[in-house]
C-alpha cells in the first residue's frame, strides 16, 4: 500500500506540476490525477517530460477518477466511451491502471432489479475498454442511510452487494472503491474485509466520523480526517487491506472545511501528518 494526495477530496485546486510538488513536499508517495489534464500535458510536452516529472519527485501517479457521464443520456454516455481508450492509453503509459468511480444508494426511477441491469450495462462497455488497456474499474458503494433516505428505491450500499454488481459485469478487472466512511456506515467489519481478496479492492478511501452522532444518522459530506475522531476502527480497516495484499494507494477523503479553509500546503501537511498517525498505529511504517 502507499499513502496517496487526492487535491480536491481536501479541497485544493492545483495544476498537475503543481499537485505532484505538494505531494512531493509532504512526502505523500502518491498523486491522483486527472487523466485529462495528463493527456493534454503529454501533448503539448511529450511523454517523456510528463514521466520524469514524477520520477525526478519520487511520486508516483495513483489512479484517475473515470472521466466519463456514465450517469447521464445515452449520446453523452457513448460520446464519452469513444474518448476512453486514447486516455486509457495515456494512463497506461505512465502506469496508472486504477480507475475509481461511485454508485448512487438509491434511484427514484428504477426498481432494483431494473437499476441493476442498467448498471451493469453501462459499466460492462467500460470495463471491456480498460482492461484492454491494462486499466482496472473501482466502484464505490455508498453507505449512509441518509443519503438513501426519502428516495423511492434502495440500491446497493454494502460491500457484499457491489461485490455481486462487479461479478456481473463480468469483464474480470472490476472491483471496490473501498472507503473507510462507507464501510463503517453500511455497518460493514473487519471480518468483511478479511475475506477479501487483493484483486477484489481497486482502490481505497480513508477517513474518520463525527463524534457523538449515531451510525444511521451520519451524514456523507460530514466527516473527518482519519483518526481525528476514532470513531472507525482504521487500525483494523489498514490491518485488513495489509492482510489481503492489497498494494495500491490510499487516499484520504475527509470533506473538511477546516482543510478548506487553509492554504494549499498546509492542508496537504496536515492530510499527509493525520493519515501518518494512523499508518503508524497499523504498523506500516
Sequence with gaps: MFTNLSLGAIGVKASLVEGIKLAKSVGFEGLEVDIREVAKHVEE?????????????????????????????????????????????????????????????????????????WHRDRFEPIARL??????????????????????????????????????????????????????????????????LRSSQVVYVHINDAPKGVPVDEQIDNLRCLPGETGVIDLKGFLESLQAIGYDGPVTPEPFSQKLRGMPALEAVRVTRDALLKVWTAAGLR
Design 130 to 195: 480498460l482492461t484492454e488497456h491494462g486499466c482496472s474499474l473501482g466502484l464505490e458503494f455508498i453507505g449512509p442511510k441518509t443519503s438513501r433516505a426519502r428516495h423511492r428505491y434502495e440500491f446497493i450500499y454494502t460491500l457484499d452487494g457491489m461485490l455481486e454488481l462487479c461479478e456481473a459485469i463480468g469483464t474480470g478487472n472490476v472491483g471496490l472503491l473501498l472507503d473507510s466512511w462507507h464501510w463503517y456506515t453500511s455497518r460493514g467489519t473487519v471480518e468483511d474485509l478479511r475475506r
Design 45 to 117: 510536452k511529450g511523454l517523456e517530460e510528463v514521466k520524469r516529472l514524477f520520477e525526478e519527485a519520487g511520486v508516483r501517479p495513483g489512479g484517475w477518477i473515470l472521466p466519463l457521464d456514465w450517469r447521464g443520456e445515452e449520446a453523452a454516455y457513448r460520446e464519452g466511451l469513444a474518448q476512453l481508450p486514447r486516455l486509457a492509453e495515456v494512463a497506461l503509459s505512465i502506469d496508472s491502471r486504477r480507475v475509481p468511480t461511485w454508485v448512487l444508494p438509491f434511484s427514484d426511477e428504477r426498481p432494483f432489479k431494473e437499476n441493476f441491469n
